[in-house]
């Protein structure tokens, strides 16, 4: 920057190019993090879906065959049998299937926006435009954790 013999601040011809090239490798050091954060929090609610998920359906299991098997065993049964809808009912409230599947897209929509940054940064020129176009991209990634489809932004289309 310039201060000219008035006062006012007059950018260098190259300032306004090194802005914007320092906002887009913010932008794809952000990606990076956030990628590797959504891919850990995806392993994460995995585990928890098969912690809760396996020990509830085996419990079922074997309370109904306990149930059935003999009259002595129905107590033992319905202990099974509440344990089961213990583990069903926190696997239900975490919702961590939902929330693997949303930090899944939202690890996509990550990479994208730093593979599009890296690309971005490889040009010599950069335009308004190519941030424009990459803040799009992260508000895409931001949306994909609440379940919308990042390239919309819109609620996914099921398929049933």
């Given amino acids: 920057m310039a201060t000219p013999a008035d006062g006012s601040m007059r950018l260098a011809p190259e300032e306004p190019?090194?802005?914007l090239r320092a906002e887009i490798e913010?932008?794809?050091?952000?990606?990076?993090?956030?990628?590797?954060?959504?891919?850990?929090?995806?392993d994460f609610w995995n585990t928890a879906h098969i912690v809760l998920g396996f020990p509830a359906a085996l419990l079922a299991a074997v309370a109904g065959a306990a149930g059935l098997a003999t009259a002595e065993?129905?107590?033992p049964a319905a202990l099974l049998a509440l344990a089961s809808a213990g583990f069903t009912a926190g696997a239900g409230f975490l919702r961590s299937d939902a929330r693997r599947i949303a930090n899944k897209r939202a690890r996509g929509a990550w990479?994208?926006?730093?593979g599009r940054a890296g690309v971005k940064l490889a040009q010599e020129r950069l335009t308004p435009e190519d941030l424009r176009e990459l803040l799009g991209c992260r508000q895409?990634?931001?949306?994909a954790y609440d379940g919308e489809d990042p390239g919309t932004g819109h609620p996914p289309v099921s398929g049933g």
């Avoid at 990479?111 to 730093?114: F, H, N, Q, S």
């Fill in 73 to 75: 065993a129905r107590v």
């Fill in 26 to 42: 913010r932008l794809r050091d952000e990606a990076t993090a956030q990628r590797a954060l959504a891919h850990r929090r995806a």
């Fill in 111 to 114: 990479a994208d926006l730093e």
């Fill in 17 to 19: 190019s090194r802005r």
């Fill in 140 to 143: 895409s990634a931001l949306a």
